[in-house]
């Protein structure tokens, strides 16, 4: 019965390589969003989309691509990845109009 | 632009103590919520408590309180009779209501290590 998950947990990979990560929420949220946490553990906004409607789109490298398939899934496309992309990014939703946030367990990227 | 300050990068607290972690936050906005969410090592980010900004009673959870202060624009939170497994990181949120996009903006954390 979990709400709200990722996948991978863990992602590895060389510079330069494509990857995507999943989330799905089963909440029955409208809203869905990604954030990013890097190494000092600071967490920042990437995207939200609500209803598949992209809603926010921060200050973030067009090698950053988000795809809403319906409203219970937000995945997250990154091509040619770099060194600085490696953090843990988090999925979470929440109700149209709510307040509170639930979050997923997080997927931590490495690039080599 | 709205900004969210805790001053206090690490903290630690004796198991049984109580212990209060400070936030603040800058918004020239009158209707907002304020949330603190813990983040033990296992990652996952976890709510803890949440205040409306047009309510001036202080929100509670258990062990867990706030003392918002509107006018000085500070949101702390205390934690009584601490636990260790209260250890984790705790960052304070600001989310503006009514904006139509619900984006939380986080400070920068507190490390808490609850001593045995």
């Known amino acids: 019965d979990t709400a709200v998950s990722q996948t991978p947990k863990y992602l590895v990979t060389q510079m330069g390589n494509d990857k995507s990560i999943k989330c799905e929420q089963n909440?029955?949220?409208?809203?869905m969003y990604w954030y990013k946490q890097d190494s000092k553990k600071f967490l920042k906004i990437m995207f939200s989309?609500?209803?598949?409607?992209?809603?926010i789109n921060e200050t973030v490298p067009n090698r950053f691509s988000p795809k809403s398939p319906d409203k219970a899934h937000l995945n997250l496309h990154i091509n040619s990845l770099e060194l600085g992309d490696s953090a843990v990014y988090f999925c979470?939703?929440?109700?149209?109009?709510?307040?509170?946030?639930?979050f997923g367990p997080g997927t931590r990227l490495t690039v080599l | 632009a709205q900004t969210v300050t805790q001053s206090q990068p690490e903290m630690s607290v004796q198991e049984a103590e109580t212990v209060t972690l400070s936030c603040t936050y800058d918004?020239?906005?009158?209707?907002?919520?304020l949330f603190w969410y813990k983040q033990p090592p296992s990652r996952q980010m976890i709510l803890v408590i949440r205040?409306?900004?047009?309510?001036?009673q202080n929100a509670t959870e258990n062990r867990f309180s706030v003392n918002f202060q509107k006018a000085a624009k500070s949101f702390s939170l205390k934690i009584s009779d601490s636990q260790l497994g209260d250890t984790a990181m705790y960052f304070c949120?600001?989310?503006?209501?009514?904006?139509?996009?619900?984006?939380?903006?986080f400070g920068t954390g507190t490390r808490l290590k609850v001593l045995a």
């Open positions: 979470a939703s929440s109700r149209n109009r709510g307040n509170e946030q639930f």
């Open positions: 909440l029955g949220h409208d809203t």
């Open positions: 989309y609500n209803n598949k409607e992209l809603i």
């Open positions: 918004t020239s906005e009158n209707n907002y919520y």
């Open positions: 205040q409306e900004a047009y309510k001036q």
């Open positions: 949120a600001f989310m503006k209501a009514n904006s139509g996009t619900y984006k939380y903006i």
